[in-house]
């Protein structure tokens, strides 16, 4: 059988010294990233915007989704290594991946509800179920196969290539982070076009299609390869085994608790009525890792809000990069280009420094520095939080409404509003800012313009904003409330524009491709939504005459009300009254969090990794990676409950509130780190073997004994 196994591995077709199939994997995975991270980049806006969900249930069901991506992994490995092989998990769930992708991206087309034709859904509750059911599915898909393609990719090579195998797992992780560069990049830029059967929207089946198609390229690619792997036979759970293990000390430790049992050295040497003692050995090394990881999910918790509060951040803020044009959802794409940046960089020229420093920071040292980075960024991204709140408008609250004051005329106006609570002066051509009332308490206003002088009565409903149009004519003056029935700044970097006559003609008045229809003298249009970042051509026709302005450049989420005054030749005289100011915080600003949160990324994720290999057996590799992965998924469900419990109104004293949780804990993992002491599982297991051989040994000398007995 030796002479077959050789000819099969050296059938196996090499490439440049690596076995032929890796590429494959590689390929494969880098689809498998791409279509991941491509539908996640935009999975917090698709709840927010598609699905009219409020930012805190859009937080919390993304994150249960990542929580859910992180926890499938453990039922992945099981699979694979109890029962199907890694090589038919990854084809099983590929397929139920592909199936999930394409379901999510069905759930976003528009017109699949949208029966009378005005742009949203009908009936909601149909997308949600089946997004729902496409994200299910997605998350048992990427999960399952999660631990078994690195396995696999390390499986293809011999024993004696362990140098191919090191390079092969960081061709790997490079492969993940383009794959989620790209992907990060490309998503976004689909989810803004246009597209629709009988309206046109926001592109998400194209946002989430494209990944679709890519899961399928995946999985093609994989099957293609697969005459050239190296499959080998599922060898039962190692989980299982160190599950049962615990299981059992604890049983009999249980069982033995009355005094006259004598005490063991540890409480996991009780299993060893039933299991050897190399696996106990081997259990208490990974226990003693796992114990460590207690801590880890609070810095999860921070990472993952990348996706979610983070991006909802960015959607308060300018994206114009001048140039360019970024999209909210793009700002993620910050971490993998700094990734791919600061990994060379930490590993060949900050590690090597701090060596020379004579510092020794060791592994547990550079995980709570992590921590610690991560609180920092947190703290930054309240810092922006603050910035931002205060460029935000106030909108009346309950028992209280909000008036601003247009005035249309040649000459100046006087308003009073009765009974004695304020009086503004409007010069011509000019508007005030919104004035908040008590509701009750104004009951009518006064306007003075010129020599003339009318009253009005009032009724305001609460909570609205209005608009005092003022204008003195030659006969009287014209003095009309217009309800503004914009009570929230527009979303995704949007602007509402609105247009009044202030033309003794009836004109047609058109802005860009959008029709405001006929406008009577001195009567307003309603708010229509324009995208930011850009000027439009305003047509009036008036008296059949066109009559044209190019508008000036739109920022991001403001309001204007646009007066037309006259037209001179063929050129529009128009002024702007800003009703809600647009967004002035940059994104650029969130680049310093993204930053920190980067480095924090570097030392912490890396090094985990590597501390947990280096402190645990070989053959327990894949309990380690598990207990990994669970803190990710842990984290995750902390956002969810601190979110929850918080009930805190401002968005910056949540952040604090994280940054300061985090740094609680990495004070706890910093005591917990200062009395670990740093084993070496070979030596461990050396000894072991010196042990086993002694017995047997023993047993040999014993066995003669016996037959020179015998024969005596």
Request: hydrophobic share 45%; aromatic share 10%; net charge neutral.
């Amino acid at each position: 059988s030796s002479g077959l196994t050789l000819s099969v591995s050296c059938l196996q077709p090499s490439c440049f010294g690596y076995p032929l199939s890796i590429f494959f994997i590689i390929i494969n995975e880098f689809c498998e990233r791409f279509s991941y991270y491509g539908m996640r980049a935009v999975l917090v806006l698709y709840f927010k915007y598609f699905l009219q969900w409020d930012d805190n249930l859009s937080t919390a069901i993304y994150h249960t989704f990542v929580a859910l991506c992180y926890l499938t992994p453990i039922l992945g490995a099981l699979i694979a290594d109890s029962w199907l092989g890694k090589f038919k998990t990854i084809v099983s769930l590929s397929i139920v991946y592909t199936i999930g992708q394409a379901v999510m991206s069905v759930s976003s087309i528009n017109d699949l509800t949208d029966h009378n034709r005005d742009g949203s859904p009908d009936n909601v509750s149909v997308h949600i179920a089946l997004s729902m059911t496409g994200l299910i599915l997605i998350a048992l898909g990427t999960g399952g196969i999660k631990p078994c393609v690195s396995a696999f990719g390390g499986d293809q090579f011999e024993d004696d290539q362990e140098k191919q195998r090191t390079r092969f797992f960081s061709i790997f992780y490079l492969s993940i982070n383009a794959g989620s560069l790209l992907s990060t990049i490309i998503t976004p830029i689909l989810r803004a076009q246009e597209c629709g059967i009988h309206s046109k929207q926001r592109c998400y089946p194209l946002a989430f299609g494209v990944p679709a198609a890519l899961m399928a390229v995946a999985l093609v690619v994989f099957i293609v390869g697969s005459r050239m792997y190296k499959k080998v036979q599922p060898q039962g759970n190692i989980m299982t085994q160190v599950a049962k293990c615990i299981g059992f000390a604890i049983k009999n430790r249980f069982r033995h608790r009355s005094k006259e049992f004598p005490k063991r050295e540890h409480w996991l040497d009780w299993a060893s009525e039933k299991y050897d003692k190399r696996l106990i050995a081997q259990t208490k090394m990974v226990l003693k890792v796992l114990f460590l990881y207690i801590p880890l999910p609070m810095f999860w918790a921070l990472f993952d809000q990348q996706g979610s509060r983070w991006t909802l951040q960015a959607t308060t803020m300018d994206g114009n990069f001048g140039a360019i044009q970024i999209q909210p959802d793009q700002m993620q794409t910050v971490n993998p280009i700094l990734i791919i940046l600061m990994v060379p960089v930490v590993d060949g020229l900050v590690y090597p420094l701090i060596k020379k420093c004579k510092i020794n920071f060791t592994p547990l040292r550079k995980i709570t520095v992590g921590m610690f980075l991560a609180s920092l960024a947190f703290v930054a991204a309240a810092l922006v939080q603050v910035q931002i709140d205060k460029t935000l408008p106030v909108f009346p609250a309950a028992g209280q409404s909000q008036i601003k004051v247009i005035n249309l005329g040649t000459d100046n106006a006087t308003v009073s509003f009765e009974p004695q609570i304020q009086n503004v002066n409007v010069t011509s051509m000019e508007s005030t800012a919104y004035m908040t009332f008590e509701t009750s308490q104004l009951l009518s206003f006064k306007v003075t313009s010129g020599n003339k002088i009318t009253t009005q009565l009032t009724k305001l409903s609460e909570g609205s904003r209005y608009t005092l149009r003022v204008k003195n004519n030659a006969t009287d003056i014209v003095a009309e409330l217009l309800f503004d029935n914009v009570t929230s700044k527009p979303e995704e970097g949007n602007n509402l524009i609105r247009f009044i006559n202030n033309l003794p003609d009836t004109i047609n008045i058109t802005m860009g491709d959008t029709s405001f229809g006929t406008l009577a003298s001195l009567s307003a249009s309603n708010y229509n939504l324009f995208p930011g970042g850009r000027e439009y051509k305003i047509t009036a026709i008036i008296n059949s005459m066109p009559c044209s302005v190019i508008s000036k450049a739109l920022g991001f989420g403001s309001a204007y009300t646009i007066v037309i005054n006259k037209c001179s030749g063929e050129n529009l005289d128009v002024t702007y009254s800003e009703d809600i100011p647009p967004n002035t915080v940059h994104m650029a600003w969130q680049i310093p969090q993204y930053f920190i949160l980067t480095c924090a990324e570097v030392v912490f994720s890396v090094t985990g990794l590597e501390f947990s290999y280096s402190q645990a057996p070989s053959n327990m590799k894949a309990v380690l990676q598990a207990g990994w992965l669970l803190t990710v998924a842990v984290g995750n469900i902390i956002v969810l409950i601190v979110a929850g419990a918080s009930k805190l109104s401002e968005q910056w004293a949540e952040y604090v509130l994280f940054a300061a949780l985090l740094l609680a804990v990495c004070i706890i993992f910093a005591v917990m780190a200062y009395f670990y002491t740093y084993i070496d599982p070979s030596e461990i297991e050396a000894q072991l073997d010196e042990e086993e051989k002694q017995v047997k040994k023993d047993q040999d000398v014993h066995e003669k004994q016996g037959e020179a007995d015998s024969q005596m």
